[in-house]
């Protein structure tokens, strides 16, 4: 069965530092993967995602995330970060029928 | 916005009540969604409607019982529930069930008594 693991329940930076949010996948077969973001008391929104072609895959408001096939990874990068950035983010993939696994989400805090 | 409104924000409910959610999206998709969040919990996907069609139900209690009129609304009905229903239930919606991003609506914060 496919999965998706987001190690850290919750990671602090300073601003202006660089960020990492981890991920971590099992599929059969090549992966679709995606990273999303929720603000507080908002719904979810999609960041970006990775189907075939390079390995690093810019997405919206900075964020990049860089597909690791040896390592199964897929983690999320931002070279500075913002105190805006601070938001859950969820890691999925998706299965043969279309569906999103998903991680359980990491709490990212920024500080000032 | 994103184009995927949820009614109410929130609801109190007890255990004896009917109640009903309401999602509407504004985008012209033809898929829709109901998930639960769960604090530290993976999503779980609930139902999937693609051109008004329930195409997946993952093993929902019957308690729970979707209705998909249209493209543009999607209802979840509510009825005799328990505490552990409690959550955050989002709606999300997509070109097709195919389609690579989804969409969400800002959830509706259920609170079983």
């Known amino acids: 069965a496919q999965s998706v693991a987001q190690p850290e329940d919750q990671v602090n930076v300073a601003e202006g530092n660089p960020l990492t949010v981890k991920c971590t996948y099992s599929?059969?077969?090549?992966?679709?993967l995606f990273w999303y973001v929720q603000y507080p008391n908002r719904g979810l929104q999609f960041l970006l995602k990775?189907?075939?072609?390079d390995n690093l895959v810019k997405g919206s408001y900075g964020f990049e995330a860089e597909f690791n096939k040896s390592q199964t990874s897929f983690h999320l990068k931002k070279p500075s970060a913002l105190v805006s950035d601070s938001a859950l983010y969820f890691c999925?993939?998706?299965?043969?029928?279309?569906?999103?696994?998903w991680g359980a989400g990491t709490k990212l805090i920024i500080k000032p | 916005e994103t184009g995927v409104t949820q009614t109410p924000r929130h609801l109190v409910m007890g255990m004896t009540n009917k109640k009903s959610l309401k999602c509407e999206q504004h985008l012209g998709h033809n898929a829709m969604y109901w998930y639960k969040q769960s604090a530290k919990k993976p999503l779980e996907l609930m139902f999937v409607y693609n051109f008004k069609e329930q195409t997946e139900n993952n093993s929902v209690p019957s308690r729970f019982s979707p209705e998909c009129p249209n493209s543009s609304h999607l209802f979840l009905h509510l009825h005799t529930l328990q505490p552990e229903d409690s959550a955050l239930y989002l709606c999300a919606s997509s070109q097709d069930r195919e389609s690579y991003e989804q969409y969400f609506g800002p959830g509706t914060r259920l609170t079983v008594t």
């Open positions: 990775y189907i075939t072609g």
């Open positions: 999925a993939v998706r299965e043969s029928n279309y569906q999103l696994i």
């Open positions: 599929v059969s077969g090549n992966p679709y």
